[in-house]
């Protein structure tokens, strides 16, 4: 395939931008710098990077959903509406949700079929970050937010891992975490003597909820969006 087109295809952006990065050499195949947009790339097996960023063929659909309270994350699901009924039909295949959130939790979930992925990415070893604003129903003291963020009992046995949380009002912070246990948060909070009132995911493995996505909206992820992704699952080359 021409690289322009190759460039086009991973949203990059149009087909004459294309060229312009390619003329002004910031697009590199093989760590080479080409400048000849109609150069043949292979796009099974050359590695392309535009403005020092690897990108991967999208060989894997990845959607950024906002999703809405009062569905669940999962493909299907006998009586709840789930994720996947948020996208047209023809849409969904082989799609699935990158982990879950409650049913009454709101944000940023990914959709893919990249398999491979979405386990590096979910795997407890890698930590990848995930940041939730959190409305509580009591204020978070400074004592609390120092518990929160050295790690607390969970229940059960589990101490959560070390934390970072940012006051922003009374009874709203934002809580970034590098595990993803059943109610995690839900649970931390528990654990300080308070209690989640609306709990919302602002971002996850380096991507940060679209603004611009309502509840029950999504988008495809940008080339460089993917690219991030895979940098967090530990594995830029895949
Ligand atoms: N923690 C929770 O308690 N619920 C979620 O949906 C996500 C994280």
């Known amino acids: ?9 991973l949203n990059t952006g149009t ?11 910031l697009v590199r195949v093989g ?30 659909t ?23 009924d948020l996208l047209p039909g023809d849409r969904q295949k082989g799609l699935f949700p990158a982990g879950r959130l409650d049913k009454d939790t709101e944000g940023l979930l990914l959709l893919t079929d ?11 070893k890698k930590h990848v970050e995930k940041t939730y604003l959190v409305k509580t129903k009591k204020p978070v003291t400074p004592q609390a937010a120092a518990a ?28 970034t975490i590098h595990e ?3 109610h995690q948060v839900k649970r931390m909070l528990g654990a300080v003597d308070n209690q989640v009132e609306a709990l919302k ?11 611009g996505l309502k509840p029950g909206e999504y988008r495809e992820l940008s080339a460089q969006e993917v690219s991030v992704l895979y940098e967090q699952a530990g594995n830029s080359l895949s």
């Open 31 to 60: 760590g080479v710098v080409v400048k000849s947009p109609e150069f043949q790339v292979n796009e099974a097996t050359d590695q392309v990077s535009l403005k020092g960023v690897l990108l991967h063929y999208q060989q894997f």
């Open 180 to 182: 993803g246990k059943f």
């Open 1 to 9: 395939m021409r690289l322009d087109k190759y460039l086009c295809e």
């Open 148 to 175: 929160l963020e050295a790690g607390v009992d969970m229940g059960e046995g589990e101490i959560s891992l070390p934390a970072r949380v940012c006051i922003l009002k009374d009874r709203e912070l934002l809580l």
């Open 15 to 25: 087909r004459s931008q294309a060229k312009a990065y390619i003329r002004q050499g």
């Open 114 to 124: 990249d398999g491979p992925l979405v386990h590096r990415l979910l795997s407890p």
């Open 201 to 211: 995911r602002v971002a996850f493995g380096g991507l940060k909820l679209d603004e």
């Open 62 to 84: 990845y959607f950024m959903l906002n999703k809405p309270k009062g569905v669940v994350s999962a493909t299907k699901d006998r009586s709840e509406r789930t994720v996947l």
